[in-house]
């Protein structure tokens, strides 16, 4: 993970200081200006050691957690100060008010608002879905990253779902961070959540093994046993394959691509593997990890009314509900649609660095009604 942006980082930690030093330190005796560079030189210590981890994440994701913190702790404040120094005499009265708003927004993100699960009601209406099937209720969560999640966390997110007492649940992939036994604590609490169509899901790319060093047996082994362990818990994963959901005599098709991606996510999805036999009068749910594919592949290659991701946790930073990963035109967060044919894309309930400001953790309600023309 930082091995692949390593001089980024550097630059991040030590530009910021040779502004300051010029600025502010060069004057004061030298002990006080070492000891002000204590931080910096354990922190490109740090990110040295980190670097030289085999794996894109370690084992251990708290040491990550922690440097990220500390990234942003200092580093970031000194970039925030430095900006706000060049704005004139008075800039570094500015700067010090800039950098306490920082450290409350970080200490917020960190600690509060990455535990602050959401339940979200959205209906969307068709003029083509089937009669019997005005009203159905779908629970929707994704991104639990139970790699960087705790059992308090986990078991709010379970009753909450089940309180919904929803007609089918869907699960949209990155149950782990990078291993299956990080979710093997877990398998007894995720397996009480229950739905009168049982619950259903597919892979993220955290569930392919892309994120170990590990050889080409044992990245297969481990995508396997993330699937049995989905399988054990009661839940049917959906792998570039369909299922059909019945309500008296009308009926609909729950289907799932694997993760499609782009750049170096997985690109493992089949829309006409996961569609085969399906004739284009037949309603559509498509549960696809990353939303990029919704334009690529789904509304291109299928007639599917309603796809459910994740992925994008919403950049697990807002303001006022506006993601800044939305200036680069991807679909991010919540609804969107293209011809009375509908995407929703949840924030997701966790994350691999467990951070969220202004985008809490999320579980979508989502009604299907049928429009009256």
């Known amino acids: 993970m930082i091995a692949k942006s390593l001089i980024l980082f550097i630059l991040l930690i030590v530009l910021p200081d040779v502004f300051l030093y010029f600025r502010y330190l060069r004057k004061r005796p030298w002990w006080y200006t ?7 030189f354990l922190l490109l210590l740090a990110t040295v050691f980190l670097s030289r981890q085999p794996d894109f994440i370690p084992d251990n994701i708290t040491w990550v957690n922690v440097y990220l913190f500390a990234i942003g702790l200092i580093p970031v404040a000194k970039w925030l100060f430095l900006l706000c120094s060049l704005c004139g005499r008075n800039g570094w009265k500015m700067g010090v008010v800039v950098v306490l708003l920082e450290w409350m927004a970080l200490f917020y993100g960190s600690f509060i608002g990455s535990n602050q699960l959401e ?37 709010c997110l379970v009753d909450s779902v089940n309180a919904q007492q929803a007609d089918i649940v869907v699960f949209t992939g990155d149950m782990q961070n990078k291993k299956p036994s990080e979710v093997e604590p877990y398998t007894d609490l995720l397996s009480a959540i229950k739905a009168k169509d049982g619950v259903f899901s597919v892979l993220g790319n955290h569930d392919y093994a892309e994120y170990i060093d590990a050889p080409y047996y044992v990245k297969a082994e481990n995508e396997e046993r993330i699937v049995g362990m989905q399988q054990s818990m009661g839940w049917t994963v959906l792998m570039n394959y369909y299922r059909w959901l019945h309500r008296g005599n009308d009926s609909i098709v729950i289907s799932g691509m694997e993760n499609d991606g782009e750049g170096r996510f997985p690109q493992k999805g089949n829309v006409n593997s996961a569609l085969w036999g399906v004739s284009r ?10 939303p990029s594919s919704w334009q690529r592949k789904i509304l291109t290659h299928s007639h599917t009314q309603l796809t ?8 697990q930073f807002e303001i006022f509900g506006w993601s800044p990963l939305s200036l680069l035109g991807r679909e991010c967060d919540g609804l969107y649609e293209r011809g009375h044919r509908y995407l929703y894309v949840s924030k997701g309930a966790g994350a691999l660095v467990p951070f969220r400001l202004g985008c809490a953790p999320e579980i979508v309600v989502i009604t299907l009604k049928r429009h009256q023309p």
């Open 34 to 40: 070492l000891l002000c560079f204590v931080p910096t």
């Open 281 to 290: 009068s037949h309603f559509i749910v498509m549960l696809e990890h990353d």
């Open 308 to 315: 459910l991701s994740g992925h994008t946790h919403g950049m």
């Open 119 to 155: 339940v979200k009601n959205v209906e969307i209406a068709f003029s083509d879905l089937p009669a019997d099937f005005d009203g159905y209720r779908i629970v929707h969560f994704s991104d639990i990253h139970l790699g960087s999640s705790d059992k308090e966390f986990v078991k």
